[in-house]
């Protein structure tokens, strides 16, 4: 059976600290768009956060360095989950995905993350329109549980 991530993954289910990794990754790379994939398991479970390069290093688009994709690719499916997820920065821009990035829109069942200087939103892409899913807790501080059951954050490079 096909899973679809976007239709079982809220927003709440995406731990704090993977958050923090994405919010942290796009500081560290502003002022160019930060981006990255997400690995989901079996289940639809977010598992890792992959924080990659940006092979076009711009503050307006992204490409993920293709070599970093495969590497995530490889590494996600030795442990048995899939890369169904994206997200990116806006250095200077809104949480709202840009026109830009509608015309570049990935699978349609894929969680796609926009991360906004302190904020990050979960978006699904329905019909070609980006409908706002809600937004990543980022408040680590609070006691929100374990990670998921294998370690959660990531960088390849
Ligand atoms: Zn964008």
Not at 108 to 120: F, T
Request: proline share 7%; net charge neutral.
């Amino acid at each position: 059976m096909v899973h679809r991530p976007s239709e079982s993954v809220t927003h709440r289910q995406i731990h704090p600290r993977m958050v923090e990794a994405m919010l942290n990754h796009a500081a560290h790379d502003r002022p160019t768009e930060a981006c990255g994939l997400l690995a989901v398991d079996s289940q639809g479970r977010v598992r890792f956060v992959y924080c990659l390069s940006n092979a076009d290093a711009s503050a307006r688009a992204f490409t993920i360095a293709p070599d970093e994709y495969f590497g995530a690719n490889r590494h996600a499916e030795r442990h048995g989950w899939e890369i169904a997820g994206v997200f990116h920065s806006h250095p200077n821009g809104s949480p709202g995905p840009s026109s830009i990035d509608l015309n570049a829109a990935p699978a349609a069942d894929w969680l796609y993350i926009v991360v906004a200087r302190d904020q990050a939103r979960l978006y699904a892409l329905q019909d070609r329109t980006f409908r706002l899913v809600g937004r990543l807790a980022t408040d680590v501080g609070k006691d929100v549980g374990p990670l998921p059951p294998t370690r959660a954050i990531g960088s390849l490079a």
